[in-house]
T-cell receptor
Framework: GIQVEQSPPDLILQEGANSTLRCNFS?????LQWFHQNPWGQLINLFY???GTKQNGRLSATTVATERYSLLYISSSQTTDSGVYFC??????????FGDGTTLTVKP | NAGVTQTPKFQVLKTGQSMTLQCAQD?????MSWYRQDPGMGLRLIHY???????DQGEVPNGYNVSRSTTEDFPLRLLSAAPSQTSVYFC?????????????FGPGTRLLVL
């Protein structure tokens, strides 16, 4: 099956810093999403981005489907950004695969 | 809309017991799925459904059964619980097929099998 690799596995930032999270995938996908899992375990949709670039406030994402990677940018990080960021892909067979996530800790 | 709801929030089972995790959505979504999340890992797909009456296996289906008799409900059954099934279970839904749509997740069910 398709492989999804996220890097880095852990990231510690000082409040106000910027960061880039990466998601590599091993095959063509129909759908790619970024999620944030907060410290209470809730999964929150950030972006649906099978290709191109999207921005939402301090967050933006870019997917280069032909090169099989996606990037999530967090600017001016805040302590509330802490949690685990997951990349998930869906192939044309309809099955979704998650990466193992990047755990982000933002210190005040 | 309540979105995606899951019950119970927490459950403790003894090995060999059976139970059903409930999942419901009120958004008229065709696509529903179940995932498990083990500590330090991403979510792994257990079963999914592209519509009422249609289900299929995901990455880790063994030990779990599902059915989809209505669009709204997608219960997950553990027939004989094992300690390896201790995990957090998430249900998700999307408008159609899961291919081109955002998935929405329920709050999760934390299951401990002793």
């Amino acid at each position: 099956g398709i492989q999804v690799e996220q890097s880095p596995p852990d990231l510690i930032l000082q409040e106000g810093a910027n960061s880039t999270l990466r998601c590599n995938f091993s095959d063509s996908v129909n759908n790619l999403q970024w999620f944030h899992q907060n410290p209470w375990g809730q999964l929150i949709n950030l972006f649906y981005i099978p290709s191109g670039t999207k921005q939402n406030g301090r967050l933006s994402a870019t997917t280069v489907a032909t090169e099989r990677y996606s990037l999530l940018y967090i600017s001016s990080s805040q302590t509330t950004d802490s949690g685990v960021y997951f990349c998930a892909v869906v192939t044309n067979a309809g099955k979704s695969t998650f990466g193992d996530g990047t755990t982000l800790t933002v210190k005040p | 809309n309540a979105g995606v709801t899951q019950t119970p929030k927490f459950q403790v089972l003894k090995t060999g017991q059976s139970m059903t995790l409930q999942c419901a959505q009120d958004m008229n979504h065709e696509y529903m799925s179940w995932y498990r999340q083990d500590p330090g890992m991403g979510l792994r797909l257990i079963h999914y459904s592209v519509g009422a009456g249609i289900t299929d296996q995901g990455e880790v289906p063994n030990g779990y059964n599902v059915s989809r008799s209505t669009t709204e409900d997608f219960p997950l059954r553990l027939l004989s619980a094992a300690p390896s099934q201790t995990s957090v279970y998430f249900c998700a839904s999307s408008i159609s097929g899961g291919l081109q749509e955002t998935q929405y997740f329920g709050p999760g069910t934390r299951l401990l099998v002793l």
